[in-house]
């Protein structure tokens, strides 16, 4: 069964930056539009992210302008470059693929960590 596996998370001091990617086997992510999420503790998992199969985006309002989605589909990867990092930005990471209303296509990974200090 195809699992995303995400990567690149890390302990940065606020206004540092991080590159988060997400791959799986085959192509198959190529196929989909494709999310980040998130999930701090205590807090429900929100959407970050995402990218069409065309590439166009869509951001959370408080990334905008910060973070950048982007695909390669010949790597069947995706990718999530995190500027500006601030200590609100400290969650688990997670990629899926979205269809509709429905955010998680493919079970969910174990997420990489992203922690900002102050």
């Known amino acids: 069964q195809v699992q995303p596996v995400e990567s690149g998370g890390g302990l940065v001091q606020a206004g540092g930056s991080l590159r988060l990617s997400c791959a799986a086997s085959?192509?198959?992510?190529?196929?989909?539009?494709m999310a980040w999420y998130r999930q701090a503790p205590g807090k429900q998992r929100e959407m970050v992210a995402a990218?069409?199969?065309?590439?166009?985006?869509n951001y959370k309002d408080s990334v905008k302008g910060r973070f950048t989605i982007s695909r390669d589909n010949a790597e069947n990867t995706v990718h999530l470059q995190m500027n500006s990092l601030q200590p609100e930005d400290t969650a688990v990471y997670f990629c899926?693929?979205?269809?509709?209303?429905?955010?998680?296509?493919?079970?969910w990974g174990q997420g990489t960590q992203v922690t900002v200090s102050s």
């Open positions: 899926n693929a979205l269809v509709g209303s429905k955010w998680s296509v493919f079970p």
């Open positions: 990218i069409t199969t065309a590439g166009s985006t």
């Open positions: 085959g192509s198959i992510l190529s196929l989909y539009t």
